[in-house]
């Protein structure tokens, strides 16, 4: 298979704000990253160098992304799947096969194959994996300079107990997804 091969991996299925973002990235066999690893598994510095090598190195690379409407109105399995159908199409070079992290594909113009744990076993899933997480957490510290007080910043969005608290204070924001458990219920919570 001559094809390049693109991986693919979306972060942003949790939080309770914000959007889910997926990245396709097709690397260049001459140019191999050393160190690329499931993005959980590295440290915050070590992701930011990967960041910026793997955008010098990579063949082509894109970020898709579904809004927070988006997941309302979906649901988040299928607004992940659109974000990633929307990272690969994306790509400035056609993949002839995409390599995607979990066990669902999203339709793609090209052949697939799910990799559960591929994050953290394929470059160049690794590679995605890297790029939607810093891209997404440098999202997520923008919107807590924009809607100070719910700790954005630090929990990126995830139902931390000090969040939930922050909602309960503070309300819902646009960027609160109301489909979700904890968010519905401050909605739905009597005055």
């Known amino acids: 298979m001559n094809e390049p091969v693109c991986g ?3 972060v942003g299925r949790g939080p309770l704000a914000g959007p889910v973002v997926a990245v396709a990235v097709i690397l260049d066999p001459a140019q191999p990253i050393p160190g690329l690893d499931d993005s959980k598994k590295l440290t915050e510095k070590r992701r930011e160098a990967l960041y910026d090598e793997i955008l010098d190195k990579a063949l082509a690379w894109s970020l898709g992304r579904a ?3 988006e997941i309302d ?3 988040i399995l299928q607004a992940s799947l659109l974000a990633m159908r ?7 070079v056609a993949p002839g096969h995409a390599l995607v992290d979990g066990n669902r594909l999203p339709e793609l113009p090209c052949s697939a194959e799910a990799i559960v744990g591929g994050d953290g076993s394929v470059a160049c899933i690794s590679a995605a994996s890297i790029i939607a997480k810093v891209s997404r957490d440098r999202e997520m510290v923008a919107l807590d300079a924009r809607y100070p ?3 954005l910043a630090r929990h990126k969005g995830y139902p931390t107990k000090a969040h939930i608290e922050a909602l309960e204070v503070l309300g819902v924001t646009e960027i609160h997804r ?5 968010v519905r ?5 009597p005055v």
């Open 8 to 10: 693919v991996d979306e």
């Open 67 to 69: 809004e927070v409407e």
């Open 73 to 75: 109105r979906i649901n």
């Open 86 to 92: 929307r990272a690969v199409t994306g790509l400035a």
């Open 149 to 151: 007080g719910y700790g």
């Open 178 to 182: 109301r489909s979700f458990g904890p």
């Open 185 to 189: 219920r401050v909605l739905e919570a």
